[in-house]
């Protein structure tokens, strides 16, 4: 008796474990950076080469190297321009100092701007799992304190660490630190260190080596103190609470209040080891007050604090009246919060300009600030008199305040006129000129920051970037245009250097009062500019103007039409950070950031605002669901979301990403805001995560290149059958399962234009996957593409698989390119080579903008993180692209194409790979038993429908065997019992029904 398999296939999934002991081992020890001289090595550590540009050449591309399961990344981080390495004769071995190989070789960041500096990034460890980390860090060529910090993954592990090079070491431990840290959910770990303001003008990140081991978590301790414990202060005053002696070093800081004997509940954007109270009332006697300090091993919360708050006694006073631009605002600080009633009665003010002033409108800004507004103008640089009286304070014998008269001048904070370079015949009246004189030279471009006093304010000008000149020009036009008054401010100005997207300008004004709210006008222009001139500004990080547009052939018509003003609150410092910066819809290769004039005004705060509610988010199991909100109101706010109504830890940013979302990650999101003006809760946006039942579940596309016509079948039930163009029988070759298909390169390609919904793009998900193999050789082949969507009536939207873009090696290249015509991803090319001729499996994976290439089912380093924009292509194409016409032909084999809506892991890349989607069975055994057959097999999809199939020769059609019982046998495995047959010979297949 003879048996006949129609598919087959095994699939199986190798799991392996590893286990610490008590005394943990090392798992990877590195010595940076050998650049291929004779290794110096120290014993038991590895060797991390850094050849990325040739050798001797400072570097600026990233470097991977792969170490068993662990792939090591250096890259430069915080803007850095580049990275290089030395070697040193000493420090030689002395005393107890046995590793001087180690401090000898070294990469280090040689950017002497503050904030720059080198990554680390380890790949490949066990998800949500201690690590300990040590890092030497020296070099004996360097004199002065080179001062850095470390962080993992943006949040600080190793504040102010110091070397003197001067100061050899004199023991093991003399130049290393350590910190322990998890790796997230992808097993990644991403080490920065940054240079500190403190170091001198040289470079202050080195590493010289790496160890990392398996650790024991450290959750905060029990318990840690804060000061004072308990505080006793007057009604309106405030007291500020400091935490201290945590060790090991929390991440997280949360404070907490609780009224009344009541539950703690979060004190809004209270996260710094420090909490400054706002002005007590006697309401507020006996609040109690703690820190909850956390890590990613646990949190703990400290001792309490209660405060006592006792009368006051003293009478409030006026501590200053600030007009408000357009000089009809007056704003009243007292020195003690006061009784609002009182306070926003205007017959407790007298104001004389032309004859008493009646006010129109009064309001609180906070409880000691008053806002007025007058029916009459103030003219600007005029002093006038303002009297208050008969105004209380909260205490509970309330304390009222004299008749006071104040004088003050009716004048904004401050006006500039930028540049001036010496020549004051320029200078907009009001305005003080700003001069730009850093270099000694009126006319040289400017690398160093120009500070300039304006009493008790300072101003600093500095450019942002790589590219960190800036200049200064003054022109002859504009001239006045009717409305248009200001011809001056926009006739002077400074600009940044640079035409890289993301790069500019900084204005820093300091002296400013912290908690006050400024509103800031700048003007953005140059009359000679053509093209559209495109800027982003921010305050202090916070973007508030997005997209400043000028053309220099349009000449202003008005005063506004060159400038925008914003408003933001100054942190406790007194200092913010205007930052300009060069949108990459500027005009190629053209200039963007421009500041003539900037003037600074006392505001009242826009209360904060949801002006876009998070939306629900539905994904796969192991996808990252992403949350967002956009804002309203002055900056800065404090953030936080929560889950059910509860707080998500450490989660205080405007988008929230639960990476790797699961089933008990769904629920209710939502996010709470605050700022100086109030409160805003957004609404709540369901997450819901759908489960991953098998290999098929999300899969919207499957051609496996097996069947070539006129089309070739997509087998899922979008049924999105390619149309094959120049494709002929014998470009149907052996693939890796069945056949392939063989393209030219000339113009044979396959490709639908998709109309339905449903089914493809692939980009229309938020995460998706595309699998395939390839067979070909990328050396000469510049910017094939091998799966493309794009669109048939536009050229601009596009995702493409395909060869390395300059065509000299066989990398595999992402290139992703918006409606808008950005390219958030610009030709990402991975480190492993899959186009060298032979066979190789390739998969892109987008998990909502965190992309990755696979290359025969290993992770290749090079990754990417983008924001994922408007993409609407409405045609797929394999083996080419197909836009307004075809292009980009491939040379060489594809076989089983695949495109799923949801992003696959590494074991489920590995398990297409290895075995195909096509449905299989493997008959194992057949056995004759009383009177019956007993056939056993595995199949793939074990809860389909299968059919026992028989023909009595092979040239026969292949007939049901109806009486088949079939039972699962448990997983894959099933058995198939029938009656035996009279013939002597027979054929047995198992057949998948549909």
């Given at each position: 008796?003879?048996?006949?398999?129609?598919s087959h296939?095994?699939?199986f999934?190798?799991?392996l474990a590893?286990?610490c002991g008590?005394h943990?081992?090392?798992?990877?020890?590195?010595?940076v950076?050998?650049?291929?001289v004779?290794?110096?090595?120290h014993?038991?550590?590895e060797?991390?080469?850094?050849?990325s540009?040739?050798?001797?050449a400072?570097?600026?591309a990233p470097?991977t190297r792969?170490?068993?399961?662990?792939?090591?990344t250096l890259?430069l981080?915080?803007g850095?321009?580049?990275?290089d390495?030395?070697?040193r004769?000493?420090?030689?071995?002395s005393?107890?100092?046995?590793?001087s190989?180690l401090?000898?070789?070294?990469?280090f960041c040689?950017s002497?701007?503050?904030?720059t500096?080198l990554?680390?990034t380890?790949?490949g460890?066990t998800?949500h799992?201690a690590?300990r980390f040590t890092?030497?860090s020296?070099?004996t060529?360097?004199t002065?304190?080179?001062?850095?910090?470390w962080?993992?993954?943006g949040?600080p592990v190793?504040e102010?660490y110091?070397?003197?090079g001067s100061?050899?070491?004199?023991n093991?431990?003399?130049?290393?630190?350590s910190f322990?840290?998890?790796?997230?959910?992808?097993?990644?770990?991403?080490?920065?260190g940054?240079?500190?303001?403190?170091?001198?003008?040289?470079?202050?990140?080195f590493?010289?080596a790496?160890?990392i081991e398996?650790a024991?978590?450290?959750?905060?301790?029990?318990?840690?103190?804060i000061t004072?414990?308990?505080p006793a202060?007057?009604?309106?005053?405030?007291?500020?609470f400091?935490?201290?002696?945590?060790d090991?070093?929390p991440?997280l800081?949360?404070?907490?209040?609780?009224?009344?004997?009541g539950?703690?509940t979060?004190?809004?954007?209270?996260?710094?080891?420090?909490?400054t109270?706002?002005?007590?009332?006697m309401?507020d006697d006996?609040?109690?007050?703690?820190?909850?300090a956390?890590?990613?091993?646990?949190?703990?919360?400290?001792?309490?604090?209660?405060?006592?708050?006792y009368e006051d006694?003293?009478?409030?006073t006026v501590?200053?009246?600030?007009?408000e631009?357009?000089?009809?605002?007056?704003?009243?600080?007292?020195s003690?919060?006061v009784?609002?009633g009182e306070?926003?009665?205007?017959?407790?003010?007298y104001l004389e300009?032309e004859?008493q002033?009646?006010?129109t409108?009064i309001s609180?800004?906070?409880?000691?600030?008053?806002w007025?507004r007058?029916d009459?103008?103030m003219?600007e640089?005029?002093?006038?008199?303002l009297?208050?009286?008969?105004?209380h304070?909260?205490?509970?014998?309330?304390n009222?305040l004299?008749?006071?008269?104040f004088?003050f001048?009716a004048?904004t904070?401050?006006?500039i006129?930028?540049?001036e370079?010496?020549?004051t015949?320029?200078?907009?009246?009001?305005?003080?000129?700003?001069?730009?004189d850093?270099?000694?030279?009126?006319?040289q471009i400017?690398s160093?920051?120009?500070?300039?006093?304006?009493?008790?304010?300072?101003?600093?000008l500095?450019?942002?970037?790589?590219?960190?000149?800036y200049?200064d020009?003054?022109?002859?036009?504009?001239?006045n245009q009717?409305a248009?008054?200001?011809?001056?401010?926009?006739?002077?100005?400074?600009?940044?250097?640079?035409?890289?997207?993301?790069?500019?300008?900084d204005v820093r004004?300091?002296?400013?009062?912290?908690?006050?709210?400024?509103?800031?006008t700048v003007?953005s222009?140059?009359?000679?500019?053509?093209g559209?001139?495109v800027?982003?500004?921010s305050?202090?990080g916070?973007?508030?103007?997005?997209?400043?547009?000028?053309?220099?052939s349009?000449l202003p018509?008005n005063?506004s039409?060159?400038?925008?003003?914003?408003?933001?609150?100054?942190p406790?410092s007194?200092?913010?950070?205007i930052?300009g910066?060069r949108?990459?819809s500027?005009?190629s290769g053209e200039?963007?950031?421009?500041?003539n004039?900037?003037?600074?005004e006392v505001?009242?705060p826009d209360?904060v605002?949801?002006l876009?509610?998070?939306?629900?988010?539905?994904?796969?199991?192991?996808?990252?669901?992403?949350f967002?909100a956009?804002?309203g109101g002055t900056?800065?706010?404090?953030?936080q979301?929560?889950?059910?109504?509860?707080?998500v830890?450490?989660?205080?940013?405007?988008?929230?990403?639960?990476?790797g979302a699961?089933?008990?990650d769904?629920g209710l999101?939502?996010?709470?805001?605050?700022?100086?003006g109030g409160?805003a809760?957004?609404?709540?946006?369901?997450?819901?995560?759908?489960?991953?039942?098998?290999l098929?579940t999300?899969?919207i596309a499957?051609?496996?290149?097996?069947a070539?016509?006129?089309?070739?079948?997509d087998?899922?039930?979008?049924?999105?059958?390619l149309?094959t163009?120049?494709?002929?029988?014998?470009n149907?070759?052996?693939?890796?399962?069945?056949?392939?298909?063989?393209f030219?390169g000339?113009?044979?390609?396959?490709?639908r234009?998709d109309?339905e919904?449903?089914?493809?793009p692939a980009?229309?998900?938020?995460?998706?996957?595309?699998?395939l193999?390839?067979k070909?050789?990328?050396?000469?082949?510049?910017?094939?593409?091998v799966f493309?969507?794009?669109?048939?009536t536009?050229?601009?939207?596009?995702?493409t698989?395909?060869t390395a873009?300059?065509?000299?090696?066989?990398?595999v290249?992402i290139?992703?390119?918006?409606?808008?015509n950005?390219?958030?991803?610009n030709?990402l090319?991975?480190?492993l080579e899959?186009?060298?001729?032979?066979w190789?499996h390739?998969?892109w994976v987008?998990?909502?903008?965190?992309g990755?290439?696979?290359?025969?089912?290993?992770?290749d380093?090079?990754?990417?993180?983008?924001p994922r924009g408007?993409?609407?292509?409405?045609?797929?194409?394999?083996?080419?692209l197909?836009?307004?016409?075809?292009?980009?032909w491939f040379?060489?084999?594809l076989?089983d194409?695949?495109?799923?809506?949801r992003?696959?892991?590494q074991?489920?890349i590995q398990?297409?790979?290895?075995h195909?989607l096509a449905?299989?069975?493997?008959?194992l055994t057949?056995?004759?038993?009383?009177?019956?057959?007993?056939?056993?097999?595995?199949?793939?999809q074990?809860?389909?429908?299968?059919q026992?199939?028989a023909?009595?020769?092979?040239?026969?059609?292949?007939?049901?065997?109806?009486?088949?019982?079939f039972?699962?046998?448990g997983?894959?495995r099933?058995t198939?019992a029938f009656?035996?047959p009279?013939a002597?010979q027979?054929?047995?297949?198992?057949r998948?029904?549909?």
């Open positions: 008796m003879k048996t006949q398999h129609l296939g095994l699939a999934v190798v799991v590893l286990a008590a943990a081992q090392p798992i990877l020890s590195l010595d950076d050998e650049r291929g004779t290794p110096i090595t014993p038991g550590f060797s991390f080469l850094i050849t540009d040739g050798g001797t400072a570097q600026t470097t792969n170490f068993g399961a662990l792939s090591v890259s981080g915080g850095a321009a580049n990275y390495d030395r070697q004769d000493t420090p030689v071995d005393g107890e100092f046995t590793q190989l401090l000898r070789d070294f990469v040689g002497s701007t503050p904030g500096g990554d680390v380890v790949d460890l998800p799992t690590y890092i030497w020296f070099d060529g360097s002065g304190n080179r001062v850095s910090d962080s993992v993954s949040i190793v102010d110091v070397f003197n100061i050899l070491p004199t093991n431990t003399h130049y290393q630190f322990k840290a998890p790796a997230d959910a992808g097993g990644q770990v991403v080490i920065q940054r240079r500190d303001a403190a170091t001198p003008s040289a470079g202050s990140v590493i010289n790496l160890q398996p024991t978590a450290d959750p905060p301790p029990g318990a840690f103190s004072p414990l308990n202060a007057s009604s309106g005053s405030t007291v500020t400091s935490a201290s002696g945590y090991p070093t991440l800081f949360q404070w907490q209040r609780s009224d009344g004997g539950g703690f979060n004190i809004p954007a209270a996260n710094a080891p420090s909490y109270t706002a002005s007590l009332l309401s006996a609040s109690q007050f703690r820190c909850v956390s890590n990613p091993f646990g949190s703990t919360p400290s001792d309490l604090a209660t405060l006592t708050v006694t003293n009478a409030p501590l200053n009246v600030q007009t631009y357009p000089y009809t605002d007056v704003v009243v600080t007292f003690e919060p009784i609002p306070a926003t009665d205007w017959a407790n003010y300009i004859g002033v009646m006010f409108n609180m800004l906070d409880d000691r600030t008053v007025l007058t009459q103008t003219q640089g005029q002093s006038y008199t009297m208050a009286a008969n105004i304070d909260l205490s509970p014998l309330p009222m004299a008749e006071t008269s004088v001048t004048v904070c401050l006006s006129d930028f540049n370079r010496g020549d015949a320029t200078t907009q009246p009001l305005f003080n000129p700003f001069e730009i850093s270099e000694g030279s009126a006319t400017q160093n920051a120009t500070t300039r006093a304006f009493g008790t304010l300072q101003v600093s500095s450019g942002a970037g790589a590219n960190a000149g200049d020009r003054l022109r002859t036009t504009p001239v009717g248009f008054t200001e011809s001056m401010l926009l006739r002077d100005f400074v600009f940044s250097r640079t035409t890289t997207t993301g790069e500019g300008l004004v300091a002296g400013l009062t912290g908690g006050a709210t400024y509103q800031f003007w222009f140059d009359s000679v500019s053509s559209s001139r800027s982003d500004w305050a202090d916070w973007r508030v103007k997005d997209n400043h547009v000028f053309n220099g349009q018509t005063n039409q060159y400038q925008f003003s914003f408003k933001t609150t100054a406790p007194g200092e913010v950070l930052a910066r949108d990459n500027t005009t200039l963007a950031v421009f500041i004039a900037l003037r600074l505001a009242t209360p605002a949801i876009q509610n998070p939306t629900p988010v539905t994904v796969y199991a192991g996808g990252h669901a992403i967002s956009q804002l900056p800065p706010f404090g953030l979301w929560q889950k059910g109504g509860e707080d830890p450490g989660e205080t940013n405007l988008t929230l990403v639960v990476y699961q089933a008990d769904a999101y939502r996010l709470m805001a605050t700022n100086a409160t809760t957004s609404s709540d946006a369901q997450l819901d995560v759908l489960p991953v039942d098998s098929t999300g899969l499957h051609w496996p290149l097996d070539l016509a006129e089309t070739t079948p087998l899922t039930p979008f049924a999105q059958d149309t163009t120049n494709l002929e029988p014998a149907l070759v052996g693939g890796m399962f069945g056949s392939a298909f063989e030219n000339t113009n044979a390609l396959a490709w234009q109309t919904p449903g089914g493809l980009v229309a998900y938020p995460a998706y996957t595309v699998a193999w390839v070909g050789v990328g050396v000469g082949q510049s910017d094939r593409r493309a969507e794009s669109a048939n536009n050229n601009t939207p596009l995702l698989v395909g873009v300059h065509g000299t090696n066989g990398t290249d290139y992703i390119r918006n409606n808008n950005t390219a958030p991803v030709h090319l991975s480190g899959a186009f060298d001729g032979a190789h390739i998969a987008d998990n909502n903008g965190y990755r290439i696979y290359v025969d089912g290993i992770p380093t090079n990754e990417v993180v983008y408007v993409l609407t292509p409405n045609v797929v194409t394999v083996g080419g197909v836009r307004a016409e075809p292009s980009h040379t060489g084999s076989d194409v695949a495109v799923w809506s992003s696959l892991s074991a489920e398990q297409v790979m290895q195909g449905p299989k069975v493997e008959i057949i056995q004759l038993g009383a009177g019956e057959l007993i056939l056993t097999f595995d199949t793939t074990p809860a389909a429908t299968h026992i199939v023909r009595a020769d092979l040239a026969d059609p292949w007939t049901e065997v109806a009486e088949a019982q039972e699962s046998q997983g894959s099933m198939a009656p035996t009279p002597r027979m054929f047995y297949g198992v998948l029904v549909p």
